[in-house]
């Protein structure tokens, strides 16, 4: 089990609702009846059911052709933690299954329906049932990274980190014997230290409003988020770093007016701090916002598969 260092960060840790539903949390049987539909290029699976908490815990799975079994990689859109589907990540899978992966994309609980830990303990049930069902499925289990932006790339960047924490692992919403854990992620310009947010952006000429109790991030808190600073970083991905987390790619523009850019480089630095270099890639993208064009460019893509296949294939 990790050492929880209560850095100042990101988070509410708020218990949602774990006995709605009597579910077996060591079930691994997949029951859903999702839509299949299969060309030339693969095969997809729309509306997969991975818990049973809420009628958002749903998958799309994206198959190349062939037999398998496939490294997976599972896509978390972005959003503000308060809208998105997992169909905007269409593009994104598209590249993964040209490319020999299985895309794997999840819709989480909003933060209108829930508070924090709910969002990271859905990304981690979907991972608990892709190993659960892989067989089904002709995914590797044994090679599976994850890829998000924005709020998508906070989650992502907890996957990464924060594997062995009974909190955010959600066990209730079933496969617990499987494990949470991912091989590698890839940040895109995810939100970090919610605590230092404005103060960066500030610090960068810019301003942003993310301490205000309406804000999307202290909506997903449940609390302005300076008011609640030790469960706040709960949620930062930094309170996790151990050695053996997933390796990173981390890519975040200059000009990005949503999340100071100096998040994504502190996190990194934190990361090299603990795990060495090696593992851990940082690219300041010159010119770019907070996401846009300059991040799905033939090359960028490539720049994202490059690092995949180093630890997937």
Not at 175 to 202: C, H, Q, R, Y
Not at 222 to 237: D, E, F, H, M, S
Not at 262 to 290: D, R
Request: hydrophobic share 40%; aromatic share 8%; net charge negative.
């Amino acid at each position: 089990m990790k050492k929880i260092s209560l850095i100042l960060v990101f988070g509410c840790l708020v218990l949602v609702n774990s006995c709605a539903k009597n579910i077996d949390s060591t079930t691994a049987t997949d029951t859903s009846t999702p839509t299949t539909t299969t060309t030339a290029t693969g095969t997809t699976y729309t509306n997969i059911v991975y818990a049973a908490t809420s009628s958002a815990e749903k998958m799309d799975i994206y198959l190349p052709s062939g037999s398998g079994p496939f490294p997976v990689v599972v896509l978390i859109h972005g959003g503000a933690f308060l809208m998105g589907d997992k169909s905007d990540e269409a593009a994104d899978a598209a590249v993964l299954v040209a490319n020999g992966y299985a895309a794997v994309s999840v819709n989480y609980r909003l933060s209108g329906e829930a508070q924090f830990p709910a969002q990271i303990q859905d990304c981690k049930a979907a991972v608990r049932f892709l190993r659960a069902n892989s067989t089904k499925y002709k995914l590797n289990p044994d090679k599976i990274a994850s890829w998000g932006g924005s709020a998508g790339g906070n989650l992502s960047a907890l996957l990464g980190t924060s594997g062995g924490i009974s909190e955010l692992e959600g066990a209730e919403l079933g496969n617990s014997t499987f494990s949470s854990k991912v091989l590698a992620s890839v940040d895109w310009f995810g939100p970090i230290n919610f605590l230092t947010m404005d103060a960066e952006a500030s610090a960068l000429g810019f301003t942003i409003s993310t301490n205000a109790a309406n804000s999307p991030e202290s909506l997903m808190m449940g609390a302005a988020v300076q008011t609640i600073p030790t469960q706040v970083a709960k949620a930062n991905p930094t309170t996790y770093i151990t050695s053996d987390d997933a390796a990173f790619f981390i890519q975040v523009g200059d000009l990005d007016r949503n999340i100071p850019y100096t998040q994504s480089k502190n996190f990194y630095n934190a990361l090299v701090t603990v795990k060495g270099s090696s593992t851990v890639s940082f690219e300041l993208i010159a010119g770019a916002a907070h996401g846009g064009s300059l991040f799905t460019t033939t090359a960028n893509y490539a720049k994202v598969i490059s690092f995949l296949n180093s630890y997937l294939k």
